[in-house]
């Protein structure tokens, strides 16, 4: 039996990110680390939020999280937190900062090294206090007990899953996600979509997870093509926040399957972004996996708007992956020879590697068709 388990404070709406003094005060701390990347700090973002905190607050700023974060970019923030001498971290950012601050809370408290948090449940005890800032719609960081840190010396996106990975407190702002130009909307949001079906299909799936699980992927269906066409359209991108936060607290307790385990590998070798590589690979994991729960993938269909409710389970589940291929069209997404820094070369190489990286992760044994290397390797090239 999964534990169910989330911030103890989540305050969601427009403005929640002016909320950051009294929620630091609440908890007692007044030196942070604020822990983010360049584009925040040069778009204004970071001073914006740190202007409203109270005088008796003090805060730095460390923004060397690169995209996809990395051990060092983690040492190196840990390192400003001990100078600091912070009692607490603010992420400001996408899942890039959120995980790389939940990293850095963890070192502070427990002596690693990270790689020996890798997996399920191996963090011993609590992290430094971490107030989550989203600003991307997104990867749910924020509400997850989850962290993804690349290993460089391994060439491994390390998948971290334990509640001393927990924001404590997570201030969802909707207008953080005004700036998102398409593209990254495009790939967040079908992060977000991904989510929240890998969640209704896992073996792991259960009643707390299900409702989060099938509202994100109503909300994400309905609103995510206007967030992309309309940036500035306050309504869908404060259903997209909702989804992706929904989305996060379903897949952190049900768990991702195989799309997330393929998704992580071509992140670490190509550095092909989170959003994008789930987003190329779920049309043909879901066609390979639509036999092993053709009932809920039928539930995904009916609640994506791609046929009437009355449709039967057979009829509705084969509505699932046009409609799903029809959505990376609208939104521009590419196959995955297009994507940047992926060569044929490099990919015949290093295809095999993927698939026993992505089979070591775990997150494959949860999904309704559990795959062979030889599955996996066939479906990243039914994704090129
Ligand atoms: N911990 C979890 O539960 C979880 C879940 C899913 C994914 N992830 C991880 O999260 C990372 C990806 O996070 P992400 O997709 O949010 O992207 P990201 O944090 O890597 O950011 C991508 C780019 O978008 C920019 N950006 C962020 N917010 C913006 C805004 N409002 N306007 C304009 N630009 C903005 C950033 O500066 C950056 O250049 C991956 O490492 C992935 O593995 C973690
Ligand atoms: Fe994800």
Known sequence: MSPFQIPSTLLIGGGASQQLGPQLAGLGVRRVLVVTDEFMVSSGTVAAILDVLPADIEATVFSGVQPDPTTENVLAGLAVYREFAAE????????????????????????????????????PGPGAPLVAIPTTAGTGS?????????????????????????????????????????????????????????????????????????????????????????????????????????????FANASVALVHGMSRPLGAIFHVPHGLSNAVLLPAVTRFSLPGAVSRYAEIAREMALCPFSTSDEEAAAQLVPGLEELNRRLEVPRLRDCRGVTRERFDQLKRKMAEDALASGSPANNPVVPTAEDIVSLYEAAW
Not at 179 to 185: E, G, I, K, Q, V
Not at 198 to 209: D, I, L, N, P
Not at 212 to 224: G, P, Q, V, Y
Request: aromatic share 4%.
């Open 142 to 250: 924020e509400v997850t007990k989850v962290a993804v840190i690349t290993d460089t010396e391994r060439d491994v996106k390390m998948m971290m899953l334990d509640r001393h990975l927990l924001p404590t407190v997570a201030l969802v702002d909707y207008q953080l996600t005004l700036s998102m130009p398409p593209a990254l909307t495009a790939h967040v949001g079908v992060d977000t979509l991904t989510h929240g079906i890998e969640a209704y299909v896992s073996r792991k799936a259960g009643g707390m997870t299900d409702p989060l699980a099938l509202s994100c992927i109503r909300l994400t269906a309905r609103h995510l093509p206007t967030a992309w066409a309309e940036p500035g359209n306050p309504e869908a991108r404060a259903a997209m926040m909702l989804a992706a936060c929904q989305g996060g607290m379903a």
């Open 88 to 123: 607490g971290l603010v992420a400001i950012g996408g899942g890039s900062p959120m995980d790389a601050a939940k990293a850095i809370a963890v070192l502070v408290k427990n002596s690693g090294p990270l790689a020996a948090y890798q997996g399920y449940h191996r963090i």
